[in-house]
Nanobody, 121 residues
Framework: QVYLMESGGGSVQAGGSLRLSCVASGSTYDRYYMAWFRQAPGKEREGVAVISRDGMTLYQDPAKGRFTISQNSAKDILYLQMNGLKPNDTGLYYC???????????????WGQGTQVTVSS
């Protein structure tokens, strides 16, 4: 079992920055891959960035160059540094974990409750 809790969302103007955090606990085996997903109103959940325990990362194309996914040394806090935010980045951001390499596909077994990010123009 894995428990995930996100924080750090908020409202910012376009061009601003936010750093999301996800505190993770439970099985380290099931936290080998950890990811951030976003769901905008009326849209499907989409993968934003993922990191493996050995440090491999993958980003959704719109996030490349603007967002950075990272973990603390203990691998129990996941971060998403978001710079140059755009109105299209608005949505509910979820943290996800699994031992399967789903990468940016939304088939992860464990999910947090989400944190809202709103970017105004």
């Amino acid at each position: 079992q894995v428990y995930l809790m996100e924080s750090g969302g908020g409202s910012v103007q376009a061009g601003g920055s936010l750093r999301l955090s996800c505190v993770a606990s439970g099985s380290t085996y099931d936290r080998y891959y950890m990811a951030w997903f976003r769901q905008a109103p009326g849209k499907e959940r989409e993968g934003v960035a993922v990191i493996s325990r050995d440090g491999m990362t993958l980003y959704q194309d719109p996030a490349k160059g603007r967002f950075t996914i990272s973990q603390n040394s203990a691998k129990d806090i996941l971060y998403l540094q978001m710079n140059g935010l755009k109105p299209n980045d608005t949505g509910l951001y979820y943290c996800a974990a699994d031992h399967v390499a789903w990468w940016l596909r939304p088939q992860y077994k464990y999910w947090g409750q989400g944190t809202q990010v709103t970017v105004s123009s």
